[in-house]
């Protein structure tokens, strides 16, 4: 009679059969020649990025954040919103909203704020929160949902604006990638809020 191994071991020879080898860790100096090498790779494209010719660095910008590279892509975005070149900050918005599942602001209110506002407040956690269901890269317009209204959107060089039902906004990017702005809401969420968008 022919002998069949049992399960679990057949298993674990199928496993040892399928597993992949597991590749040698480079040494400390192999490690290092790498990230010295990728290293100065960066540099280059910080060297584009920050051109004295605006072309030259959109032309930069636009090709970083098209890449799969997500240390490089971060690294673009990083380093356009930090320019004073509004145009760079201007691309990296678009980009980053059309990125972007759910946008998140966090809100609070004034100093001479509302009972009536101070409770919407606290309903929400601090937080008024929508997704954005569909971007058009090319006009800046968005779809979105504040899970129970559908609303919509636009970005305008450096500015993002919505409406849903009862709620709409209006904010403008501030020092690096933070959006400043005002929340207003009607009805049971009457009030008008100061918010913040950080852009992850």
């Given at each position: 009679m022919?002998?069949?191994?049992?399960?679990?071991?057949?298993?674990l020879?199928?496993?040892?059969?399928?597993?992949?080898?597991?590749?040698?860790?480079?040494?400390?100096?192999?490690?290092?020649?790498?990230?010295d090498?990728?290293?100065?790779e960066?540099?280059?494209?910080r060297?584009?990025?920050e051109s004295?010719?605006?072309?030259?660095r959109?032309?930069?910008?636009?090709?970083?954040?098209?890449s799969?590279?997500?240390?490089?892509?971060?690294?673009?975005?990083?380093?356009?919103?930090?320019?004073?070149d509004?145009?760079?900050?201007?691309?990296?918005?678009?980009?980053?909203?059309?990125?972007?599942?759910?946008?998140?602001?966090?809100?609070?209110?004034?100093?001479?704020?509302?009972?009536?506002?101070k409770?919407?407040?606290?309903s929400?956690?601090g937080?008024y929160?929508?997704?954005?269901?569909?971007?058009?890269?090319?006009t800046?317009?968005?779809?979105?949902?504040?899970?129970?209204?559908?609303?919509?959107?636009q970005?305008?060089?450096?500015?993002?604006?919505?409406?849903?039902?009862?709620?709409?906004?209006?904010?403008?990017?501030?020092d690096?990638?933070?959006l400043?702005?005002?929340?207003?809401?009607?009805?049971?969420?009457?009030?008008?809020?100061?918010?913040?968008?950080?852009?992850?």
């Open positions: 022919r002998k069949t191994l049992p399960l679990s071991t057949a298993t020879v199928l496993f040892v059969a399928l597993a992949t080898p597991v590749p040698a860790l480079e040494s400390a100096d192999d490690l290092k020649a790498s990230i090498a990728r290293a100065m960066i540099i280059k494209f060297v584009l990025l004295n010719d605006q072309a030259t959109l032309a930069a910008l636009d090709a970083l954040l098209a799969d590279d997500l240390a490089l892509r971060q690294f673009a975005y990083e380093t356009a919103f930090a320019s004073k509004q145009s760079m900050r201007a691309i990296a918005l678009k980009r980053k909203v059309g990125e972007m599942k759910t946008l998140v602001i966090d809100v609070e209110t004034g100093k001479n704020s509302t009972e009536g506002e409770k919407v407040l606290a929400w956690g937080i929160a929508f997704e954005i269901q569909s971007f058009d890269e090319k800046g317009t968005f779809e979105s949902t504040d899970y129970e209204h559908n609303g919509k959107g970005v305008s060089g450096t500015t993002l604006s919505f409406a849903h039902r009862f709620c709409k906004g209006n904010f403008s990017l501030s690096g990638a933070v400043t702005g005002i929340l207003g809401c009607e009805n049971r969420w009457e009030g008008r809020f100061t918010g913040k968008i950080t852009l992850h």
